[in-house]
C-alpha cells in the first residue's frame, strides 16, 4: 500500500521560504507525477504543482514565480519550496500521487489517487 | 472564487438520494476527464470517482458520478450518517495547464 506523509516546519516567518518533503513509501516514486495541493482553514482545495519522476515540474500559474518542487528519486521524495510566504500561504499542505485511466478508444485521464495526511503550516513573525 | 463551480452546501435525510452538481467551461470538464474526492473532517481527501464515473475499488456502489458538457454530477444514494463530508470536484484545465478545483460542497445528513 502506498504511503506519502508530509515533513517540514510548521511555523514560518513572513518573508521567508515554506519548504516540506513528501516521502513515499510502500511504492516506488517512479513512473507518476506528484504534486503538491493546499487547503487554507476552513476553505477549498488549490493545486500548487506538480513534478514528475525525471525532474519536470508545471506550476499553478497564481503561484509560479514562488514555487519549486524537486525530487529525490534516490530517497523516494519531492519537495516544496515557496518563497516570500505571507498570512495567506498558511494552510495544510497535501502531497498527492496522480496516475492515469486508459478507455478503450485511447482517451485517458488522470486522477490523484493516494493523498498525504496533510500538514498544517502557519506563517506567524 | 473557484474555476469549478458547486452549491457551498446541500441537505438530505438518511436513506434519500441526493446530487451534488460541479460546473466548469469548454476547457476543463466539457475537454477532460471530472474527479470526485470525499474529504471527512479532519482528514485528508479520498478519491471518490476518476474518470467521470468509475468508482476506485473498496467506494461503495451508492456513490455515482455523471457527465454531460461542461457539467458534472455526483450522486449519493442511501444516505448515511457517515456520508457526512465535504465533497471537491476537480479537472485539469487545458487554458490554464494545471489542475483546478470545485470550491466543494458540504453535505448534512439530516
Known amino acids: 500500500q502506498v504511503q506519502l506523509q508530509e515533513s517540514g516546519p510548521g511555523l514560518v516567518k513572513p518573508s521567508e521560504t515554506l519548504s516540506l518533503t513528501c516521502t513515499v513509501s510502500g511504492g516506488s516514486i517512479s513512473s507518476y507525477y506528484w504534486s503538491w495541493i493546499r487547503q487554507p482553514p476552513g476553505k477549498g482545495l488549490e493545486w500548487i504543482g506538480y513534478i514528475y519522476y525525471s525532474g519536470s515540474t508545471n506550476y499553478n500559474p497564481s503561484l509560479k514565480s514562488r514555487v519549486t518542487i524537486s525530487v529525490d528519486t534516490s530517497k523516494n521524495q519531492f519537495s516544496l519550496k515557496l518563497s516570500s510566504v505571507t498570512a495567506a500561504d498558511t494552510a495544510v499542505y497535501y502531497c498527492a500521487r496522480s496516475t492515469y485511466y486508459y478507455d478503450s478508444s485511447g482517451y485517458y485521464g488522470y486522477y490523484f489517487d493516494y493523498w498525504g495526511q496533510g500538514t498544517l503550516v502557519t506563517v506567524s513573525s | 472564487q473557484s474555476v469549478l463551480t458547486q452549491p457551498p452546501s446541500v441537505s438530505e435525510a438518511p436513506r434519500q438520494r441526493v446530487t451534488i452538481s460541479c460546473s466548469g467551461s469548454n476547457s476543463n470538464i466539457g475537454n477532460n476527464a471530472v474527479n470526485w474526492y470525499q474529504q471527512l473532517p479532519g482528514k485528508a481527501p479520498k478519491l471518490l470517482i476518476y474518470y467521470d464515473d468509475l468508482l476506485p475499488s473498496g467506494v461503495s456502489d451508492r456513490f455515482s458520478g455523471s457527465k454531460s458538457g461542461t457539467s458534472a454530477s455526483l450522486a449519493i444514494s442511501g444516505l448515511q450518517s457517515e456520508d457526512e463530508a465535504d465533497y471537491y470536484c476537480?479537472?485539469?484545465?487545458?487554458?490554464?495547464?494545471?489542475?483546478?478545483f470545485g470550491g466543494g460542497t458540504k453535505l448534512t445528513v439530516l
Open positions: 476537480a479537472a485539469w484545465d487545458d487554458s490554464l495547464n494545471g489542475w483546478v
